[in-house]
């Protein structure tokens, strides 16, 4: 063991900052806590794949890989001969244990996200589509070239995960679960490794640029001539070995998989430009075009990096929330001592201790008097939010002031949080038609731009041999339909980013495109157009024998023995009495004895049952309180409108929306509440099938968007063309529902709509520039007038003007 450290701290001193992974010596993540004990040493891992393969190692009895593998090469060894099968290493991520950190389970249904290598265009996410279909016990499959991840559904009945994962590799691409850590040292690996490439074939790009003015514009010899062609293979050359080899690797791929990706024809372009200019380099005859190989590979590596900073810039903003999680919690143990615990390590049911200015790690019950949170990292609100004894709070919150007790209640895969991304990644993962539609056109586009370069080659033969490589190359370059792969799928990206900024989680990405379509809004009162919060607005005390404070303790007392929510108002107004006992009526309400004194309180007809003679002091009351000689107060207890819900209500009105309230609550006072809101279209005292059936009638004239947030909104909701709930609703609302508020915010529609708007506008910009731009070059390079610089010109401005494009959407919400 003393040879494995003695190697280990030999590396580590050459990477002394950040600590590196003992396995890889690729650096380790900020804020990561994993290790395997290495002949009794705990060491260092970056990820839980070189978790799994040193575990793997260590179980059997193979650490003497460690002792001898030769550290002083760049291609470190990281697998012994004896575990080179690739499918012994992905069989250890069929471990319950490790799937606990990225697997979601419903019974036999398990889903994870995976992130892949490798993967460049729409082709390259339907060839991974086409092979994970095929196999046995996979029940869905979703692949995002944007983010370069797969969700994929499958029943553990059938298939296995490691069966998964070896069934991408199959096809050339690796795969495996994703983890919110690794994101970072992920996009660092990949951002290094386009800067290196990018460098190559800068310098070589300048260098071949300089010779071929030279070569443009000097009236120079043979001999001159021939060494600057030398010259210009010798920086060239770097650049086809190294700075193009993703390119060709993609394209190699492609072809295996008999299929076509935007790497085919580009690998085809640079490849014909070489070996044509290497042989008349070699034997002293025709044209070279070292200076297109290098440009070319330079602009589309150039590319292919914004590229990869707006993909990272659109779901860093979710992936990075995890980030922020601590990995250390103070948990109580049964003695009541304070003990320092991983997060991972927390169960339900643990009481942990949060100091103030410390982000909570586990969604938890709170346990001590009151609290208050900053959760603008779940909702946007800048406001910290009170928290009373028992309510929920949620990982990622910050706790404001005094430090609290938590109860944990979720952890893990379930904590809101890890919902969050999970809902984004889903949103992002999602393809709408015009995505779908993309994807196709784009894979037939490739095909029919080869047969058009073969017919242009065949016919330019006729008309001037010396001419037809040329033109030939031109079209091929001038046609990669780069940007209309790029068009929709980076637009989509921003759009689920821009909406998460400001609270609103887009769990189907369809929305956006059905969105603008949809003219008629049907809303929920309670809880939709209302805060859920009853409170009493006007009290009527008539009694002479009784105080203001005693009636009110009175009606506290009683309101004990309910859970009806308009009985918290009374609960949280004033302090019981003592000695009252008290039975529920529910639906009806409360009778009561104090002092030998029968009271009751509740509706109107439950009190004329022990007063037959009483009259309610005005029409808006709906609570009362009263004993056999009469009424003793009565109370208007209504819930309020959200403070956004009438400014709200206009702006739909002022869009051309019809706006229609379905609620179960009475005629009386949902009518009071349109008529105070400006709608005036109501459908009262409905069931949830009274609600189905109205939302179905309203479907007949065209798609209909359903806001709610109750149980029984759930029917409606999973009826409607598109529906939007509240993260305060029932769990079968958010389940049956397209989009999430986490504000709270009724405000959060308009800029759905208007997201929902832009983001059409831009994906339409995006493909009327890509096919625009290809049905304008074409006729220009098949006739031989653009020639292959200019196109590689042309070609690298028109993605880059889809990816500008499409960042417009990543700009601060309203």
Same mark, same amino acid.
């Given at each position: ?15 002394s ?15 990561l806590?994993?290790?395997?004990t290495?002949?009794?040493s705990?060491?260092?891992?970056c ?20 002792k ?135 310098i ?23 060494y ?6 010798l ?14 690797a ?10 076509l ?14 070996i ?18 290098t ?33 250390i ?7 009541g ?9 927390l169960?339900?049911g ?15 019950h ?6 208050w ?15 009373? +004894?028992?309510?929920?709070?949620? /990982?990622? !919150? ?5 430090? =609290? @007790? %938590?109860?944990?209640? *979720? ?5 809101l ?71 929709? +799928?980076?637009?989509?990206?921003? /759009?689920? !980013? ?5 609270? =609103? @989680? %887009?769990?189907?990405? *369809? ?61 949280q ?24 004194v029968?009271?009751?309180i ?24 009263a004993n ?27 869009q ?8 179960g ?7 009071a509440m ?13 069931k949830p ?16 968007l ?13 009826a ?24 709270g ?26 096919l ?21 010109l ?7 003007i ?13």
């Open positions: 063991m003393q040879e494995i450290n003695i190697a280990h701290e030999e590396n580590t001193s050459l990477r900052e950040p600590p590196v992974c003992f396995h890889c010596f690729e650096p380790v993540p900020q804020g806590d994993l290790t395997v290495i002949d009794g705990e060491q260092p891992m990820c839980y794949g070189c978790q799994s393969v040193a575990e793997t190692i260590v179980e059997q009895g193979l650490t003497h890989f460690y001898y593998r030769d550290t002083s090469k760049t291609d470190i060894k990281l697998i012994p001969d004896e575990l080179s099968q690739i499918d012994e290493q992905l069989k250890k991520y069929d471990d319950p244990d490790i799937q606990r950190e990225f697997v979601r389970s419903n019974a036999h249904q398990q889903s994870a996200t995976l992130a892949i290598e490798g993967m460049t265009c729409a082709a390259c996410a339907w060839l991974i589509e086409k092979q994970l279909h095929n196999a046995s016990g996979v029940t869905k499959v979703v692949v995002n070239s944007a983010t370069e991840r797969v969700q994929v559904i499958w029943d553990d009945r059938h298939i296995q995960l490691s069966q998964i994962l070896s069934a991408i590799y199959a096809v050339g691409y690796k795969a495996l679960p994703f983890q919110q850590a690794d994101i970072e040292a992920s996009y660092e690996r990949k951002r290094r490794g386009y800067i290196r490439r990018l460098g190559v074939a800068g070589a790009s300048m260098q071949t640029m300089m010779v071929a003015f030279g070569l443009y514009f000097e009236d120079i010899d043979e001999t001159t001539k021939l600057f062609w030398w010259l210009s293979l920086f060239t050359a770097p650049v086809i070995v190294y700075s193009c080899q993703p390119f060709f993609n394209a190699l791929r492609a072809l295996k998989a008999r299929t990706n935007m790497d085919v024809p580009v690998a085809l372009a640079m490849a014909i430009m070489f044509a200019s290497f042989y008349a380099t070699v034997t002293d005859t025709g044209d070279v075009y070292y200076e297109c190989v440009m070319f590979a330079f602009f589309l590596l150039s590319g292919r990096f914004l590229e990869l900073q707006a993909r990272h810039k659109a779901v860093a903003n979710a992936a990075n929330l995890m980030k922020l999680i601590p990995a919690a103070e948990r109580q143990t049964s003695e001592e304070w003990e320092q615990v991983m997060v991972k390590y169960e339900a643990d009481i942990i201790r949060v100091r103030p200015g410390d982000t909570i790690p586990v969604d938890g709170l346990e001590s008097d009151t609290a949170c900053d959760e603008s990292l779940l909702t946007g609100e800048s406001r910290p939010v009170a928290k009373r +004894p028992q309510e929920v709070l949620y /990982a990622g !919150s910050v706790n404001q002031e005094q430090a =609290i @007790l %938590l109860r944990v209640s *979720a952890t893990r895969q379930d904590t949080l890890s919902s969050i991304i999970h809902m984004q990644d889903s949103a992002m993962e999602q393809k709408p038609s015009f995505v779908r539609i993309a994807d196709v056109v784009s894979r037939y586009f490739i095909a029919a731009m080869l047969i058009v370069t073969a017919l242009t080659y065949g016919a330019w033969w006729f008309i001037d041999q010396d001419r037809a490589f040329w033109v030939t190359l031109a079209v091929l370059v001038a046609t990669c339909p780069c940007a209309l792969s790029l068009a929709a +799928p980076t637009a989509m990206s921003g /759009a689920v !980013s821009r909406l998460n900024r400001v609270g =609103i @989680l %887009l769990k189907q990405a *369809a929305l956006i495109e059905r969105l603008p379509s949809m003219k008629t809004i049907c809303v929920d009162k309670t809880g939709t157009l209302t805060q859920g919060k009853f409170s009493i607005v006007n009290e009527w005390l008539l009694s002479d024998d009784l105080s203001d404070n005693e009636i009110l303790r009175l009606a506290a007392s009683l309101e004990q023995a309910s859970e009806h929510p308009l009985s918290r108002p009374f609960r107004r004033a302090a019981v009495l003592p000695n009252v006992t008290t039975e529920n009526h529910p639906g009806a309400g409360i009778i009561g004895r104090y002092h030998k029968t009271y009751r509740g509706s109107f007809e439950f009190i004329k049952q022990i007063a037959p003679q009483v009259e309610s002091p005005d029409s808006r009351a709906n609570v009362f309180l056999s000689e009469g009424l003793i107060a009565a109370w208007q207890v209504d819930d309020q409108a959200r403070p956004d819900a009438a400014e709200t209500i206009a702006w739909c009105s002022q051309g929306y019809q706006v229609v309230m379905l609620t609550d009475s005629s009386e006072r949902a009518q349109a008529e105070k809101l400006g709608i005036h279209q109501v459908f009262a005292e409905l099938a009274d609600k189905l059936w109205h939302l179905q009638a309203l479907q007949v004239n065209g798609p209909v359903m806001i709610g947030d109750g149980i029984n909104d759930g029917p409606v909701l999973a409607a063309d598109g529906s939007i709930t509240f993260a305060s609703g029932s769990d079968l609302a958010q389940s049956g529902s397209d989009v999430v508020i986490l504000t915010d009724l405000g959060a529609l308009r800029r759905l709509q208007e997201t929902s708007q832009l983001t059409r506008r831009i994906i339409r910009q995006n493909f009327a520039w890509a625009g731009y290809n049905l304008t070059i074409l006729p220009l390079a098949v006739t031989g007038q653009v020639g292959p610089l200019l196109a590689m042309g070609m690298s401005m028109s993605s880059l889809v990816m500008t494009n499409s960042l417009r959407l990543m700009r601060d919400v309203r």
